[in-house]
């Protein structure tokens, strides 16, 4: 089963509009008619409007880097999936680790994330990943399972199909600590058979993994050549055009 592979952006918070506009226009010249290769980009939500004007016809998806798992209500600050979708968001990342972590977001509010993002035709990239302390404790299986399985919980085998899994170690980001491939690889495998005890063999085959911290163009090439490795959910490195181009054009 091949699995296309993809190169995603999360610029968190950074970029006024006009840089954001900027970058993305770099990016359209570069990469906006790539066969063989998905690249979607989630600049922060002020910027979402104009950067989907700027990527008009081409193959570069927009994603949000968050939202809310409510139709709409009183939810200052907040942000609702139709209203994503009506910026022209394709994608949205759910669970980022800064989420998890900064803004004490759980398993169960991360679930209901996915499911409303799933319901309103969002592509839910779901990250999930363990914390230096949890991994010196060998306990990273564990807490990425327990991610998985809350955030996955309930869901069709249709909608499972529709989902993008990163696994991001939180010690590998922003880091430059990459974790290396070997590393990668094994949670990745570890991932992939949760997907098949959880759906089937067939899902487990087409869902992507994507490897998340401290990717850049000069490790991107060794990641990508792990089996399991479908693509990489890049941070700092996605901020600058040349850097972005080169991890998505790698070899
Ligand atoms: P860095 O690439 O800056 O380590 O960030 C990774 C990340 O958190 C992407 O979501």
């Known amino acids: 089963m091949s699995r296309i592979p993809m ?6 918070m950074h970029k006024t509009v006009a840089e954001a506009v900027r970058l993305a226009a770099a990016l359209r010249g570069a990469l906006g008619n790539l066969a063989g290769r998905e690249v979607m980009i989630a600049p922060p939500c002020t910027a979402l409007s104009e950067v989907a004007r700027e990527l008009t016809g081409s193959s570069i998806h ?9 139709d709409s209500g009183a939810f200052t600050g907040e942000i609702a999936p139709a209203m994503l ?10 669970g980022h680790s800064e989420r998890r972590q900064i803004f004490n977001e759980s398993d169960d ?5 996915v ?15 363990e914390t230096l ?30 989902i993008i899994i990163a696994y991001e170690p939180v ?42 911290g401290s990717v850049k163009p000069e490790n991107i090439s060794a990641l990508m050549a792990e089996t399991d490795i479908d693509g990489a959910l890049v941070g700092g490195a996605s901020l600058k055009a040349e850097d972005f181009i080169q991890i998505v054009e790698y070899t």
């Open 7 to 12: 190169i995603a952006g999360n610029w968190k």
């Open 62 to 70: 927009l994603g949000a880097q968050n939202m809310y798992p409510e």
């Open 85 to 94: 979708r009506s910026v022209g968001c394709s994608h949205v990342i759910l």
């Open 109 to 113: 509010f991360i679930a209901r994330k």
């Open 115 to 129: 499911a409303k993002a799933l319901a309103t035709d969002l592509t839910p990239v779901l990250c999930v990943g």
């Open 133 to 162: 302390p949890e991994r010196e404790a060998e306990t990273a299986v564990e807490v990425v399972s327990r991610q998985l399985r809350a955030a996955l919980k309930g869901l069709t085998k249709s909608e499972a199909l529709r």
């Open 171 to 212: 010690w590998a980001i922003g880091t430059g600590r990459t974790a290396t491939p070997d590393i990668a690889q094994e949670m990745h495998a570890t991932i992939r058979r949760l997907l098949q005890d959880l759906f089937s063999d067939p899902i487990a085959a087409q869902v992507r993994i994507l490897y998340g």
